[in-house]
C-alpha cells in the first residue's frame, strides 16, 4: 500500500510530506486494498490536502481502479475459455496478444 501512496503522491504532483498523512487517512478510512482507492473521494481528503489536489489523487485513483477492472475481466475471459475447451477435451492454444502488466 506505501508504494502505491507514494507512486499515487509522485504523479499527483504532491509533496512527498503528504505521503505519510495520506496513509494513515486511508487507515482510518478502512482502505486496505489496492482496488480500495477507487471509493475515496475528494470530501474525504479535505482535511490534509486542498481541493485541487484532493482531485488530483482521486483522479489517478480512479484510473487504477480502471485498469485493475479490466485486467481482471481478460484474466476471467481467459480462465473461460480455457474452461470451455477443457469440458469438450477440445486441445487449443490460449494466448492473451496483450500482456498487461500493472507497475503500481
Not at 485541487?52 to 481482471?72: D, E, P
Not at 477435451?89 to 492473451?96: E, G, M, N, T, V
Request: hydrophobic share 45%; proline share 1%.
Amino acid at each position: 500500500m506505501e508504494e502505491l501512496i507514494l507512486k499515487s503522491v509522485t504523479s499527483a504532483g504532491l509533496p512527498l510530506e503528504s505521503a505519510e498523512a495520506i496513509q494513515s487517512l486511508l487507515c482510518n478510512l478502512g482502505v486496505s486494498e489496492t482496488t480500495d482507492v477507487q471509493f475515496v473521494n475528494e470530501d474525504d481528503l479535505t482535511g490534509i490536502l486542498k481541493v485541487v489536489q484532493g482531485r488530483k489523487l482521486v483522479a489517478y485513483w480512479k484510473s487504477i481502479g480502471y485498469i485493475l477492472k479490466q485486467f481482471a475481466l481478460q484474466q476471467a475471459y481467459l480462465y473461460r475459455a480455457m474452461h470451455f475447451s477443457a469440458k469438450r477435451r477440445h486441445a487449443i492454444a490460449c494466448r492473451l496478444s496483450v500482456c498487461l502488466s500493472i507497475c503500481l
